[in-house]
Structure formats: C-alpha cells, structure tokens
C-alpha cells in the first residue's frame, strides 16, 4: 500500500516538474530575440601627431571590418587645436585630416583628404562610405556642397559627381543639394544617395561613370521643393507630411531589396523598391518636437537575413533596435544624454561590421566615435 502511495506521489511530482517545464519553455519561446550590445570605451588607440578630431560627420565600415571617420576640421574649437595657431599658444593639438582609418581592433592605420587638384573639397564633411572595391566615397552638407567624391582608398582621386555652388533644386539630374548619406548596392552595381540637406529627395548613380539613373521624393513621388511644410507642433500630431523636409539623412539598401530612406526632420522612415516604388512608412518617438527629428541614419545586423535593423535617434540620444521584417522596436540602446563612456551625445550616424558591432559617430560638441561591442543575443 505504501509503496503505491509513493509511486502515485511521484507521478503527481513528475506531472508538475513536466508542466513547469513546458510552461517556462513556451514563455521563452514567445519572447522576442533581442541584440544587445556593451560600451568600448578603450576600442580606439590616440592619433599620432597631436592630431584631434571634430565633429564626426559620418562613420563607415569596409569589406575588411575595417572603420572610416569623417570629421570636420574646421569645427574644432581653437583651445583643441592650439599648437596649430601661430604663433603655437600650447603643446596640443593639430587637427587631423579629414578621413581617418581605423583596423577592427582600434589601431590607426591611416589619415588623408582635404582640398586638392582636380576636385571641390567640401564646405561641411558629412557622408562616407565603403565600397566592395575599397573605394571611399564622400559628401558634404553645406547650401555649397553639390557635389560627391570617389577615392581610392589611400586618398587617389578618381572621380566627382556634380559641382560646388551649382544646386538647381530636387529634380536636377547633374548636382547635389548637401547629400547626406551614400550606400552602393552591389547586387545592381548602383548608388543610392539621401539627398539632402537643401534637396528633398533620394538620388541613383551609377558609381563607374557618374551617370543619372532615377530619384524619387516621398511616397516615390516627384520631389517638390515648394510644399509648405506646417509648424513642429502639427507635423508631429497632424497628417503624415507629403515631402521628405530636411535633411533626407539616411539611406541603405538591403538584401532584399529594400531601400530605407530617413527623413529625419519629420521623425519617420520610408520602405521603397530599388525603383522608388513606395512600400510603407513608420514614425519613431513621433512626439519629438527638437527640430533635429529622430531618424538620423541606419544600420542592420550581419545575419543573411538582416533580422535587425538599427536607427540612430539623435535626439532622444539612443539607438532605437527593430524588427526588421515589422519595423516594430524592440529595445533600445543607450537613452541618457552625456560626454562619458555609455552616454550620448548628439550622435548623428552609424556603421555595424560582420561581427554585429555598433560604430558610431557625434556632431556639435560630441566631436566622438566609438565602438558598441556586440554582446549576442537574449530573450
């Protein structure tokens, strides 16, 4: 009798462990995968040559993981860049060329750019990217800068699209308005441009000859530099805008195809076909009412699929973490304004490498790049 008492407990006990079980397994299963990532603040070793940086107009990573910044000279303030005056007022510092290359442990490998024969050097630096070839192409911000730049990767020029001074609107074919943001799809061997911060719109190159190919405004419709756009407070709370306001900061293509364009001021972002066929929209942190708006640029994580898409949202000083395939948030990193090591400060773009590591890059007085070191994922 007992021993029957004792085998029935034990199948109770076991039902239970079994029930338990099943049910923590299924709460697992129903909770969202989720990238996080941890603060580097020693990835970068110093610049040689006393040399510091300004404003860090964009960021980029190569095929080799290797890291690019663009910064701005002229942005650093003259008590940064004292052994530059003349006569010297202190030990330190002088600012470092425009470009500057990093390998994926941190360590300087190179620096170049700035005017030279054969090209307009740029007002505002701003836009960088990386090419399957290694090329490095580059735009900048300012009404005067209508122009992008292609070089090799040790700083040979090799070819310019539009011209300084020459922006004729969002439906010239020749020139830029302060593009913000260049991606290249290799899969149609083309350039996508945000363009910008005077124009309205998203441009398509062809990266060999410079040729024209397409642009689209909002909607996939003709860009129209003379729509009104209303006050903060309405764009905000009332009707989705018709146009993309300025600055168009962001574009990237994914593997399938996707074009994502940032409109920043308007606090959303626009899903298009490679031919500017409209798909759908999201807003993020709508009821931000800083003009800066809160779709500054992307990135996506490594994996074939591209399952995470990541925005900067300068203004809310955080990266917002989505679903790619929903465009739903499903974390967020960072979120507490700052100049120390886990705080931001106006960053304002963004790379990711094949590792899954976050690269990031600060204007105004933020003057930073960093490194978000992948962590994996959790639940």
Not at 31 to 42: G, I, M, Y
Not at 265 to 290: A, M
Not at 348 to 369: C, I, P, T, W
Request: proline share 6%; net charge neutral; with cysteine.
């Amino acid at each position: 009798m007992r021993s029957k008492v004792w085998m029935l407990a034990g199948i109770i006990v076991a039902s239970v462990v079994i029930a338990f079980v099943g049910q923590h397994a299924n709460g697992q299963a129903g909770r969202t995968e989720v990238p996080r990532f941890e603060a580097d603040p020693l990835w970068s070793q110093a610049l040689p040559n006393k040399w510091v940086n300004g404003q860090v107009g964009g960021v980029a990573v190569d095929s080799h993981d290797n890291v690019w910044v663009f910064h701005r000279p002229a942005t650093i303030p003259e008590g940064e860049k004292a052994a530059s005056l003349n006569p010297p007022q202190a030990e330190c510092c002088i600012p470092a060329p425009p470009v500057l290359e990093f390998d994926t442990n941190g360590k300087f490998l190179q620096a170049w750019g700035g005017p030279g024969q054969g090209y307009e050097w740029f007002v505002s630096e701003h836009g960088i990217f990386i090419d399957s070839k290694d090329n490095v192409w580059l735009s900048g911000n300012a009404k005067e800068d209508n122009q992008i730049l292609k070089f090799t990767n040790k700083g040979k020029f090799l070819m310019q699209i539009g011209h300084a001074g020459k922006n004729r609107g969002s439906n010239d074919t020749e020139n830029l308005g302060g593009p913000a943001s260049l991606f290249i799809y290799p899969k149609t061997n083309e350039l996508f441009v945000a363009d910008g911060y005077f124009n309205h719109r998203v441009i398509v190159f062809d990266p060999d000859t410079g040729k024209y190919k397409r642009h689209w405004g909002a909607y996939g419709k003709k860009p129209d530099d003379n729509f009104k756009f209303p006050p903060r407070a309405q764009l905000v709370q009332g009707p989705a805008p018709e146009g993309f306001n300025n600055p168009v900061h962001g574009v990237l293509v994914t593997n399938d195809d996707l074009v994502y364009v940032a409109d920043r001021s308007n606090n959303r972002l626009q899903v298009f076909r490679l031919d500017g066929t409209f798909i759908k929209e999201i807003f993020i942190s709508r009821n931000t009412l800083q003009n800066e708006g809160t779709v500054h640029g992307f990135a996506v994580s490594p994996d074939k699929e591209q399952k995470f898409l990541y925005i900067v949202d300068g203004s809310n000083k955080a990266v917002r973490v989505l679903n790619r395939q929903t465009l739903e948030i499903i974390s967020s990193v960072g979120g507490h304004a700052g100049h120390n090591a886990r705080e931001f400060f106006h960053i304002h773009s963004m790379a990711s490498d094949s590792k899954g590591n976050l690269f990031l890059g600060e204007v105004n007085n933020g003057q930073r790049y960093y490194k978000y070191a992948f962590k994996g994922t959790a639940r």
